[in-house]
């Protein structure tokens, strides 16, 4: 019985650890094109100046030259801010956006 608290308890420990450790994990701030990185986690933001839409996803275009990709409907001329992570599609770097929202 001590033994099944003391690993009860050890697992909790390591469960706050584990959520603390995630929220502190913040995004790096890319202004762009030039400073993705391909498998890392940023935030981008800008004004959508080009939107294709297809049946499951959304090609948008920022000003900063920034290539977004999500599950989303926008209209040109939004300004949004995103995070996601760096992929490299036919020789280019884009953002999969995991999270997306509009700017006031």
Known sequence: MNKFIICLMISILGIFLLLIISASIQPEK???????????????????????????????????????????????????????KVEKYQNNLQVNADKIEIRR
């Open 30 to 84: 890319i202004s762009g094109y030039s400073e993705l990185k391909e498998n890392k986690y940023v935030q981008v933001s800008g004004k959508i100046i080009s939107i294709k839409n297809y049946e499951d996803f959304s090609i948008l275009k920022l000003d900063s030259n920034i290539t977004l990709t999500c599950n989303c409907k926008f209209q040109a001329n939004s300004t949004v801010t995103a995070q996601g």
